[in-house]
């Protein structure tokens, strides 16, 4: 309040215009400010004394309402009344949308595990198509519904070929067809291959072609093969080797013979060809082919040389898997036969 204000009862502003006492300095409530003999002399109520009839109020307030404009101030106008509000609309449910989006980003990931894959996909694409007929977000229920369709195509073609290969039947004998078919007579001398060799003459049998073989073809040679047999009953030691060895070796011995193989193609070709190219062969025309073994850490085999070129030398190892009871063997390209 103004200092020219006299001290007395008013309504205090900073109080809702509460009726409280200014000193001329400062507001107090009342009536804990002045005891009840000296309130009477500065125009407090005391009890047993009328109220004044109406308060003295300071040069800047009047009696007016709350909002009323001072004397002297321009009218107040009414504040804008705004724009009617209603209750806000329900949230629009988004559940299925976002599982569509999850379960189709998942079938994706997954779309190559057969089966599962394909579930996980047929369930992403249902969601997807829910969401979309009940009007949820577009963007979550759309993209999620791509996605699930592509992994349901892959998983479905994955899970077909899968099913394929474990369901269709293997290929079997005709038992019956097998059992009343003529069997050979059981001999381990009865050839499995007949050579294409001549019946008498260079290369037959009786005349056998000397080393070293020619291999390749006859307008353009490739090697040059010499060999050797090292044991002719190599079982023991072919057995000792690795035990994978002894397969199919009853009634049966193995024979080492030792290759030097040297290359005549400028353009390099692999040592192993020898391996495939010469047989072993018995004077009764049976051939036995190279037997694939499993060699020792310190034998080296011809079929491990790797390739040469024109001028390369290199020497290994060949096993031969024959009857028990062969002997005086031969070396046969199912062409011709050469002696050792």
Known sequence: ?????????????????????????????????????????????????????????PP?????????????????????????????????????????????????IFAWIPFFGFLVAVTGTVLG?????????KGFALTGTILAGFALIWAG?????????IWSPAGTYNDDYYDSAPQPEASPTVPDIQPNAPESGEGSLDEPLPLPYIGGTSSSPEYSAEARIVDEDATDEVLSWNEYNATGTEGKKYVLVEMAVTGIDPDGIPAAYATYDLSLATPDGAVYPTSFVVAADETTLLADAGTI??????????????????????????QDYYSF
Do not use: K
Request: charged residues 10%; negative net charge.
């Open 1 to 57: 309040m103004s200092e020219t204000t006299p001290a007395g009862w008013y309504p205090a502003p900073h109080a809702d215009n509460e009726l409280r006492y200014w000193d001329g300095a400062a507001w107090h409530a009342a009536p804990a400010y002045l005891p009840p003999e000296a309130a009477a002399a500065h125009g407090a109520p005391n009890p047993g004394i009328p109220a004044p009839a109406a308060p003295q109020l």
């Open 60 to 108: 800047y307030a009047t009696g007016a309402a709350y909002g009323s404009p001072a004397p002297g101030m321009p009218p107040a106008y009414p504040a804008y009344p705004g724009y009617p509000t209603g209750p806000l609309p329900p949230s629009r449910p988004q559940g299925l949308a976002i599982a569509a989006l999850s379960v189709g980003i998942a079938a994706f």
């Open 129 to 137: 198509i829910m969401a979309l007929v009940r009007r949820q977000p």
């Open 157 to 165: 073609f994955v899970s077909f070929a899968i099913a394929i290969a």
């Open 309 to 334: 070129v024109e001028g390369d030398t290199v020497t290994g190892l060949v096993a031969y898997l024959v009857p028990q009871d062969a002997t005086d063997l031969l070396l046969s390209d199912y």
